[in-house]
């Protein structure tokens, strides 16, 4: 038998941080949606007792550091199950990009294996085993639309934003989230995004409010550090999207647009700088 489940990427409308915490991780506010760039994965049983990962995509590790062989065998321990699955990756995404790839193959990875096996496992027990694999998974594992709080695995289900083209551009540059975090001052930090403006802003469905309550205080460090991000914000606001913002920790930037009519001047005029841009649509 085989499942078949999509990988969807995130975008951080708004991320905040709050404080650093004595377990090292940063107490977060983070207003998450997913976009329709995904990953296709298909997890096959196997009789022998084995995890199997293969992907089209050269660059990533597909032994135990993938992380939809650790969602994997997160699952088959826990849940004492003694088959094998081979799971092969198409990968989409751009890698290490601030997109959660790998949180969303480790959360569809959760949702396939407890379709396949017929464990009956809750979503909410499903968000609960993601945290174990990273701070993401628990949103990639609902999707939709969310506030997340806590280092991110405490979520709060709220409306999509209105429909509008997200075009996605990735600097062909590697930024490590912990280094981000590791070398953000949260103490220092002079402003923070308004998650209340744009919690507001979403359920009434306004563009311009969403456009204009964008925010990341992880910028301060990556803009800092790897300029050419900043210089993607530029070039990008002045090919005239509504509004642009780095996703998660980086580098990929993203860009909100409205008129249909204006996103093939902004993706034409970003690939004069950028290999790897995409046009996509909020998932609804
Ligand atoms: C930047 C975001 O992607 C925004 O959605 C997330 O906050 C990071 O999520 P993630 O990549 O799933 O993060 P994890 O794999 O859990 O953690 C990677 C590293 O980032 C740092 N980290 C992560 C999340 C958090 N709330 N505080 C942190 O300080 C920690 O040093 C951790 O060792
Ligand atoms: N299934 C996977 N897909 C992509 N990368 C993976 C996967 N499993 C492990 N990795 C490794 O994880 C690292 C981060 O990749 P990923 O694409 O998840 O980053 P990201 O989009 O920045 O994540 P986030 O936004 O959650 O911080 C890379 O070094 C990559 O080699």
Redesign the pocket.
């Known amino acids: 038998m085989k499942v078949y489940e999509k990988a969807p ?2 975008i951080n409308l708004s991320l905040d941080v709050l404080r650093k915490r004595e377990d090292g991780f940063h107490e977060v506010e983070m207003i998450m949606t997913m976009v329709d760039l995904a ?1 296709r994965l298909e997890m096959e049983e196997l009789p022998r007792d084995t995890i199997i ?1 293969s ?1 089209q ?1 050269g ?3 597909l032994d135990e ?6 969602a994997a065998k997160l699952i088959k321990d826990r849940y004492d199950v003694r088959k094998g699955v081979y799971i092969h ?1 198409d ?1 989409k ?14 959360a569809a990875t959760l949702r396939g294996l407890n379709r396949l096996w017929g464990l009956g496992i809750s979503e909410d027990e499903l968000c609960t085993l993601g945290a174990e694999l ?3 998974v628990p949103f990639c594992v609902t999707g939709g639309t969310a506030i997340a709080r806590g280092r991110g695995e405490k979520l709060e289900r709220i409306n999509n934003p209105p429909q509008c083209w997200v075009i996605l551009a990735k600097p062909p540059i ?4 912990a280094d981000v975090y590791g070398k953000l001052r949260a103490s220092e930090l002079k402003q923070h995004p308004s998650t209340a403006a744009m919690l507001s802003a979403i359920s009434s469905g306004s563009f311009p409010g969403i456009i204009s309550n964008l925010g990341n205080v992880l910028e301060t460090v990556t803009l800092q550090y790897y300029p050419e991000v900043l210089q993607l914000k530029q070039i990008m606001q002045r090919l005239g999207a509504d509004g642009v913002l780095m ?4 580098p ?1 930037v993203f860009g909100l647009v409205s008129k249909e009519a204006k996103v093939s001047r902004i993706y034409n005029g970003l690939r004069g700088f950028c290999k790897e841009v995409y046009v996509v649509r909020m998932l609804t």
Do not use: C
Request: proline residues 5%; charged residues 15%.
């Open positions: 990427a995130k990953d990962i992907s995509a660059y990533i590790p550091k993938n992380l939809a062989f650790q990756l990968k995404i751009p890698v290490a990009a601030g997109l959660a790839g790998g949180s969303s193959d480790a990273g701070s993401d590697n930024v490590s989230t996703s998660g920790s980086g990929t």
